[in-house]
């Protein structure tokens, strides 16, 4: 009797735990239902990711959860040539409002002012660890969150920024380990961040001082964040300008964006431990490859491939000589090359899918190579898992704390962003995308 008694009372105990724990997770539904957590896109290289996709993705992006509000999304500027530690200051106070803060020792170390413009109108002034966000970064976007994920991890924000405050990152066509376009463009492999004289990246950094010198003229489309610099007219002489023209102090530094997508500085972010992924954090990422250049024997639409800037980009970088790098054992070189495996696959290559291991060197979406877009780190130790090449949408559960790589066959740097095209495969993406993020939300709920 006595143990039938106590039965009955470990069963009743149980079932009023699973009721509060039902009753909280459902009044934590209607909770996240009412506000789900924003969606905070950041541009690229010279990106205006805002203006060029408009509003018409998120018709998708909401399309799995049409008994839900529509999760806002929000367009964080941040300088277009400016370096990955300048963009992610910006991009944390562009988020939070206040005087972009540079760092004391990064200012004095790369010559300009600690800090940049005042943000009187944050995108996001709740933002915390109560209140994470999600992110999504195409190209140099994807570099600049895991850089202010590592800055928050340093606590270069103080009690103001926490890792966790980023509940998911997602990189599309992101140069995580450099690009060697960089180079083609005009940076020296042996001095980087050194220019030549003439190239295509020498005549762009004069643009953008022209711009600069101008900016308080200019529409905000053209917003260069380039405050701190003293660039414009309004705290520059000619003379000063034509000197920047002749030779340009920002351009030819290594806090500038050219210098970010070099190999060698992704090789040195790496050696400081940048990128590891966190705990809290769900990280995807999405490698886009045009499969369309000279070495590979499967052409599709040849015309309409040619007739492509990508197509002349993809080639001039599948034809890159990576043995120029100085220093010329860089380990991210190394780990593409290493043993024969491929980089995609670290443990086991799919069959049918195994070209060799110069396969990585050259394979590119015409922006940045497909080894680079995996994540931070090689895989060999990274942690990572690679889906298949048929494989395009996420199942099951989402973890955190591991990246998952999604193959985008036959497509280009811009076939998902910034622009916006319509396609089926677009289309697709952006549904996805935001079944997994609730996904992650409700995830979060349960924890």
């Known amino acids: 009797m006595m143990h039938f008694r106590l039965r009955r009372h470990l069963c009743s105990a149980l079932f009023s735990m699973d009721r509060s724990i039902a009753l909280e997770c459902v009044s934590g539904t209607k909770e996240m239902a009412d506000n789900p957590i924003p969606l905070v896109i950041v541009e690229g290289f010279l990106g205006s990711a805002g203006a ?22 929000l367009f964080a500027s941040v300088g277009p040539v400016s370096s990955l530690h300048d963009r992610a200051c910006e991009l944390f106070y562009t988020l939070l409002g206040g005087a ?43 570099p600049t969150i895991v850089k202010l994920q ?26 995580f380990r450099g690009t060697q376009l960089v180079y083609a463009l005009g940076e020296r492999t042996d001095t980087a961040p050194a220019v030549r004289p003439f190239s295509a990246g020498a005549i762009l950094s004069r643009i953008i001082h022209v711009l600069s010198y101008l900016s308080p003229l200019l529409p905000a489309a053209l917003d260069l964040h380039a405050e701190s ?25 290594r806090d500038a964006t050219p210098y970010d997508a070099t190999f060698q500085a992704a090789e040195e972010r790496e050696v400081d431990g940048e990128g590891q992924p966190h705990q809290r954090t769900f990280y995807r990422s999405y490698s886009a490859s045009l499969r369309h250049t000279e070495r590979d024997r499967s052409y599709r639409d040849f015309i309409a491939n040619i007739l492509s800037p ?22 991210i070189v ?45 895989c060999s130790t ?18 955190p704390g591991i990246w998952c790589v999604y193959a985008l066959e036959d497509a280009s740097h811009f ?27 409700h995830h979060r709920l349960i924890l």
């Open 229 to 253: 610099r003293c660039l414009s007219y309004r705290d520059a002489s000619l003379p000063c300008l034509w000197r920047q023209l002749c030779k340009s102090d920002w351009a030819q530094s």
């Open 310 to 331: 990508l197509y002349i980009s993809s080639l001039i970088m599948s034809s890159f000589n990576f043995s120029v790098l100085q220093p010329t054992t860089l380990a």
């Open 150 to 175: 590592s800055l928050m991890a340093a606590g270069f924000f103080g009690d103001r920024g926490h890792p966790d405050m980023v509940l998911s990152l997602t990189a599309v066509s992101a140069p």
């Open 415 to 441: 076939s998902i962003a910034p622009f916006w095209w319509g396609s089926r495969r677009q289309r697709a993406f952006w549904l996805e995308l935001g079944n997994w993020l609730w996904a992650i939300d």
């Open 334 to 378: 190394a780990s593409v090359s290493s043993s024969g495996t491929e980089a995609r696959y670290p443990d086991r290559p799919p069959e049918n899918d195994s070209p060799g291991r110069e396969h990585y060197y050259w394979e590119n979406d015409g922006v940045v190579p497909v080894f680079s877009q995996f994540h931070p780190f090689g």
């Open 52 to 73: 060029a996709m408009g509003s018409k993705f998120t018709e998708y992006l909401d399309r799995g959860s049409k008994e839900y509000p529509s999760r806002r999304t």
């Open 382 to 399: 990274a942690l990572c898992r690679h889906h298949s090449k048929r494989t395009h949408t996420v199942t099951g559960r989402p973890y």
């Open 100 to 142: 972009v803060d540079y760092g004391e020792g990064h200012a004095e170390a790369h010559g300009h002012q600690r800090y940049g413009r005042v943000v009187d109108n944050a995108l996001y002034p709740s933002w915390s660890l109560d209140s994470p966000l999600h992110f999504l970064g195409h190209s140099m976007g994807g």
